[in-house]
Nanobody
């Protein structure tokens, strides 16, 4: 069964850090692009970070640039999102995904081509 499963979400205080992980099963990451997205309650799901394996390019939404880092371990079929200096506005459900390619559109990373999505993990930033 082809799937992505996120883990690592939870409650964190403002200024804190959190590391999200995403494990792929039923397929290999190979040359696929990877990405992280989030949905704030009442809003659309937005891309926040993505990485293209084929040329090594990465893109970040302005709101998280410099605070979040996307990475991957193809040997383990996993991807991570390291989040630092978290803010209350980072509260959202976070999703991982794979695509054929990702590019920035209006400042947000967007994935194209065949895609697989995880079901999401919630992150709450509050004191």
């Amino acid at each position: 069964q082809v799937q992505l499963v996120e883990s690592g979400g939870g409650l964190v205080q403002p200024g804190g850090s959190l590391k999200l992980s995403c494990a792929a099963s039923g397929f290999a990451l190979d040359d696929l692009a990877i990405g992280w997205f989030r949905r704030v309650p009442g809003k659309e799901r937005d891309g926040i970070a993505c990485f293209n394996k084929n040329d090594g390019t990465s893109y970040y939404a302005e709101a998280v640039r410099g605070r979040f880092t996307i990475s991957r371990d193809d040997a383990k079929s996993t991807m991570t999102l390291q989040m630092t200096n978290l803010k209350p506005e980072d509260t959202a459900v976070y999703y991982c995904a794979t695509f054929e390619i990702c590019i920035p559109v209006d400042g947000f990373p967007m994935g194209y081509g065949r895609h697989v999505w995880g079901k999401g993990t919630p992150v709450s930033v509050s004191s």
